[in-house]
């Protein structure tokens, strides 16, 4: 069955090491989405793609970044990661207009 | 910008009641699309139901259907029958109606609490 990943699902790191967090999708969707969930905010929007080689900032894009070199995976990176970006991370995607479907989240903690 | 505000943090049902979630929305488009997420303690989003601004019939699903008021820019959702497996944390969301598949703006959060 087709699905969206995400890995590591916990992780733990220390302040000012990169961080790479995986999403893989195999519905072969053109539109892929970074949130975070922090208490009291609800889910917000980090990076997004419409494809190959396009990528968009969001709302809280400030300290990530994303690359998308294919159409099944999109990467989120924190460049040197900071106590405020302790938080959960949620990956999405979309085929056109349709419905966006969620993975199943990475909690990060940073130390 | 568009916003979209839930006023209720925490609600609470008893088993087999009715509860309904309040949802209120701030745009200046008039293609647009609103949907009720659910977020049980596993942490998956589950999409619950979806609505289409162009669309003056109500959403239904199964036991779950909306209140749309365009106007009022209002999109609440009733849970009728609540049963145990409905807690969880509801969360209304907002989308353009962009051809293109646009991202989406969320509300904070109600936290559901269902009592036996």
């Known amino acids: 069955d087709a699905e969206i990943t995400q890995s590591p699902r916990h992780k733990i790191t220390e302040t000012g090491r990169q961080v790479t967090l995986a999403c893989h999708q195999t519905?072969?969707?053109?539109?892929m989405f970074w949130y975070r969930q922090d208490l009291g905010h609800g889910l917000r929007l980090i990076h997004y793609?419409?494809?190959?080689?396009?990528?968009n900032k969001g709302e809280v894009s400030d300290g990530y970044s994303v690359s998308r070199s294919n159409t099944e995976d999109l990467p989120l990176t924190l460049e040197s990661a900071a106590s405020s970006q302790t938080s959960v991370y949620f990956c999405?995607?979309?085929?056109?207009?349709?419905?966006?479907?969620f993975g199943p989240g990475t909690r990060l903690t940073v130390l | 910008a568009q916003t979209v505000t839930q006023s209720q943090p925490e609600m609470s049902v008893q088993e087999a009641e009715t509860v309904t979630l309040s949802c209120t929305y701030d745009?200046?488009?008039?293609?647009?699309?609103l949907f009720w997420y659910k977020q049980p303690p596993s942490r998956q989003m589950i999409l619950v139901i979806r609505?289409?601004?162009?669309?003056?019939q109500n959403a239904t699903e199964n036991r779950f259907s909306v209140n749309f008021q365009k106007a009022a820019k209002s999109f609440s959702l009733k849970i009728s029958d609540s049963q145990l497996g409905d807690a969880a944390m509801y969360f209304c969301?907002?989308?353009?109606?962009?051809?293109?598949?646009?991202?989406?703006?969320f509300g904070e959060g109600t936290q559901l609490t269902v009592n036996p």
């Open positions: 609505q289409e601004a162009y669309k003056q």
């Open positions: 999405a995607s979309s085929y056109g207009s349709g419905t966006q479907y």
């Open positions: 745009t200046s488009e008039s293609d647009y699309y």
């Open positions: 519905w072969n969707h053109n539109n």
């Open positions: 969301a907002y989308r353009r109606g962009e051809t293109s598949g646009s991202r989406l703006t």
């Open positions: 793609s419409y494809g190959v080689q396009d990528t």
